[in-house]
């Protein structure tokens, strides 16, 4: 009685809410079935119910492979992304509330938005052109000075740093703005009171703004932290050029399973590698809110 009533009460809400309840199923519930994969050693013979059950099997090849490697790569990588991005991204908003022309603001915005919108493919080939071991633009001017070129793609020294800065200068500017918002939609009675009581410019940053943004920073933290096993695909494989040479710093698990499957065709082990993936990455959500909840209630996600 108790879903009939709020059925009539509220149908409206309730139809509208339906396509992303529909899309929800689809795409988010349903493919989870695939999920016995990981338990299986699948074949298109046999299909997936057909196949044979293996049991942890998958497992134990993928962490007697690879798995210390993908996994050290893919949370060294996030951590950095996790701590320097927010850093970045805080400081840029701050900056941006700072500029009083409306005209400068939304200019600075636009640049700085503009690299997000940019797909890998664009972004390879850009950095292809300054990294190249015959026609780059740096390898150009290693030249001039009279030392020999550097074959980027063959070495493993450069690229935690070329990586770790294509992905802050392709992102940064897009994450900025959701710190923006907030830094904008605090009230100005707070700074007009801190300015009268004789505060500088940083200690209103310190005291208002940085507590008043203590909010979304958690909430966007915890998002984050739960993807600290998913790695950006783009970044790794089409910057890179999928490179084998550069696999000891490049390889993460969304680049490993998809190598799994164009050259292996081992859908278990990759199945498993993406089970994995989840599960760590759920757990951590878990405990990161459970952390959160007893350091300050009010803050946790849920």
Request: charged content about 10%; overall charge neutral; glycine content about 6%.
């Amino acid at each position: 009685m108790t879903l009939l009533y709020e059925l009539r009460k509220h149908g409206a809400l309730f139809l509208m809410a339906l396509p992303a309840l529909v899309l929800l199923v689809l795409f988010n519930y349903l493919p989870m079935f695939g999920v016995i994969l990981a338990f299986k050693n699948y074949n298109f013979y046999d299909g997936i119910l057909g196949s044979p059950w293996v049991g942890f099997d998958n497992f134990k090849y993928l962490f007697k492979g690879d798995a210390w490697l993908i996994t050290r790569n893919t949370l060294l990588y996030n951590f950095v992304f996790i701590i320097v991005g927010l850093v970045l991204s805080v400081a840029m908003a701050i900056v941006l509330d700072e500029i009083r022309s409306r005209f400068l603001s939304k200019t600075y915005q636009t640049i700085l938005i503009m690299p997000y919108f940019l797909s890998w493919t664009i972004v390879a080939l850009i950095f292809y052109a300054f990294l190249s071991a015959d026609k780059g633009i740096i390898n150009q001017m290693i030249s001039s000075l009279g030392f020999h070129p550097i074959n980027f793609y063959t070495e493993t020294t450069y690229w935690p740093y070329i990586l770790v800065f294509v992905f802050f200068w392709k992102s940064v500017g897009y994450n900025s703005i959701i710190y923006l918002a907030s830094v904008t939609g605090i009230s100005p009675d707070y700074y007009e009171a801190a300015t009268i009581d004789g505060a500088n410019k940083w200690q209103q940053i310190r005291y208002i703004t940085l507590p008043c943004l203590k909010p979304i920073i958690i909430i966007m933290t915890i998002l984050s932290i739960g993807k600290i096993f998913y790695a950006d695909f783009g970044l790794f494989y089409q910057v890179t050029y999928n490179s084998g040479a550069l696999y000891p710093v490049t390889q993460v698990i969304d680049t490993y399973v998809y190598n799994g499957l164009t050259t292996m065709g081992n859908y278990g082990m990759t199945a498993a590698a993406g089970l994995y993936q989840s599960f760590v990455g759920f757990v951590l959500v878990i405990f990161t809110n459970w952390v959160v909840k007893k350091i300050d209630r009010d803050s946790a996600l849920f």
